[in-house]
């Protein structure tokens, strides 16, 4: 190993060349390699995944929408016998708590059964038991870090007390995005008025028992939908049912509310796919790369090689040296990449627009195995051909200078020509993708948003947070609105004269919002904005 150093040592261009370009690609496949392993870990970390199951409702033409109402749990339980056990998610909101510092907190309301169909959401203190009482709420860790909440205390939503019984490990890198609060699904807080409406605000989770069909369940869905709806099932949103088994969610074109708090997590396998796919090729790039600069520089070895081999060293040892040094070069730019990938990922999370997966660099027994797993390829591939090539030279050869001027540059010729084509290719499709990110986050919501902001919150308690807000020096108006242009709309079915139905798009806010957003009134039908 002593002569491979002194060779590095001495030959500084390339040791840094070869370094930089090995230690940066390994770095991105790090980071998205374990973006991607944490994808797949969320659609198989629950253990009953396999019996697990919910529903969406399917309108042709858009993606399905996840849940129903909150009268659809009980009827399925009771006209499905293989159901064992049903068990409710609903998002509520944000609350915005200006008493507390501006603390935003996101709110859901649960049933116990929904932690024991999901018995990976574990708890610090406490347990799902404590949602049997409607006047209970269970804590995230970090929000009881930040509020300084213990279990025991009282805590004040809008005009409503509820005590602390129990705290929860943080919803991180979960299938369920993040939650601060959860209630119970029957107290005074929920997210809808009537039971049997408002739909899509209530998530039901249904465990089968073993050998049941899911197809039959669909049907018997279908039955308590026109049961329970009516005329209304089989029009508008509802055309029909479909059937989600859990670990279908994360990938699967389903619909959960994007911006209404306590969703189920998503993510775009085609992204992903793309992702790794430009990873794979700029290791491919820095293989190549190394590859090609070790053989152009093969001749500076090829005497300490031939010395060897005149001194006793067989073929097979010189061999084995290369793709030693080859292991100990990439061991060695591994570890610059791991500290490279360590920095860079709160970069990568935010250039994805925080995804509700976020990236994190582990390192569990699991990963370890991987990133060893990851040296021994990557230096194997790189070492095997210069490997090859070196522990077939002659001493002869080298002697007489024939070796210069045999297949060393026609080794080198053909990995310029592939390394060219995939630095092209690499090029063409960052360039590609960046101008496909700048047309999407150009593109026009027609109203003024320039230096405006959105902050979420409960629509109770709305006026103690705009009177906080309005007190603050930087702040010129405040405007409430459900609904933002170009974020999110509400959506409502009408028929046209022909009889077809439409969905048009409703922005619900009041005369401050209105202005603020640059609106004008082109006609009032003498209904004024006020």
Known sequence: MKSYLKFLSRNKLYTAIEAVGLAVSLAFVIIIGSYVIQQFEVKYENPNWKDVYTFAMVEDGYPDQLGLTYTFTDAIKAAAPEVEMAGVLSPVDYLVLPE???????????????????????????GPEVLSDSGNMIVSEEFAHLSGLKVGDIWKLGDHSFTVAAIMKDWKSTLF??????????????AFSDPNDQFGSVYTFVKLAPGADRNALEEKAEAVCKNLYGSFYGTSFLQRIRVYRVDELIFGEVHSGKYVSGNIAHSDKRTLDLLLAAVLLLLVSAVFNYINLNMALSAKRAREMAARRLIGASQASIFGRRILESLLFTLLCFGVSVLLAVWWTPMVNRLLNDPDIAIRIQFTPKYLAIFTALVLVVGLLSGLLPALFSSRWKPIDVVRGNFRAQSKMTFSKVFIVLQSALS???????????????????????????????????????ESLKSSLEALPFVRSTGLAVHVPGLQAGGQYSQTVDG????????????????????EVLADYNAPVN
Do not use: C
């Open 100 to 126: 507390e510092g501006m603390l935003q907190s996101k709110i859901v309301t649960a049933d116990r059964n929904f932690f024991e169909l999901f018995p990976n959401l574990k708890f610090v203190a406490g």
């Open 177 to 190: 995005e993040y939650a601060d609060i959860v209630l119970s699904i029957d107290g005074p807080i929920n």
């Open 424 to 462: 092209v290719f690499l090029i063409a499709m960052a360039l590609v993708m960046e101008a496909q990110y700048r047309k999407s986050l150009n593109r026009p919501v027609h109203a003024d948003i320039e230096g405006k902001y959105l902050l979420k919150s409960a629509s109770f308690g709305l």
């Open 500 to 519: 077809k139905d439409i969905l048009y798009r409703v922005y619900h806010m009041d005369k401050a919002a209105f202005d603020m957003l640059g609106f």
